[in-house]
């Protein structure tokens, strides 16, 4: 929902960097395709969101680190992107995704661990 926030209403982006906008709606469309697949197929769903959130983190930070659009200094790309609210949102979004799959993955393989203790059983 973040992404489609930012592709309806980013205007600057759409005009200086064009290419991340498309790229975004890759994103957006990959996300819907794997909010479709949790309920079909769990386990390649899981793997999908977990990578497709890595590499959407990826990719956000290397805008942070080095994107500079034509015509435009890096600084004034960074300082755009870092004061935008939306951004920052679906940035500290994919860690948590990438959190909580991992998590759901890792949890009930821990028998025995202090951690397995957090499982909640369902009867």
């Not at 034509?70 to 960074?78: I, S, T």
């Amino acid at each position: 929902m973040v992404g489609i926030q930012i592709l309806a209403t980013d205007y600057w982006l759409w005009s200086a960097s064009p290419t991340h906008a498309y790229g975004l709606m890759a994103f957006v469309a990959l996300d819907f395709a794997l909010i479709v697949g949790v309920w079909r197929l769990t386990r390649l769903a899981l793997f999908g969101a977990l990578l497709t959130a890595t590499v959407q983190l990826l990719a956000m930070l290397g805008d942070i680190i080095a994107g500079e659009p034509a015509g435009l200094p890096a600084v004034v790309f960074r300082n755009y992107l870092l004061a935008d609210t939306a951004y920052v949102g679906l940035l500290i979004t994919q860690g948590l995704i990438m959190a909580i799959t991992i998590g759901t993955w890792a949890l009930p393989h821990l028998h025995g661990h202090w951690l397995a203790s957090l499982k909640i059983f369902r009867k």
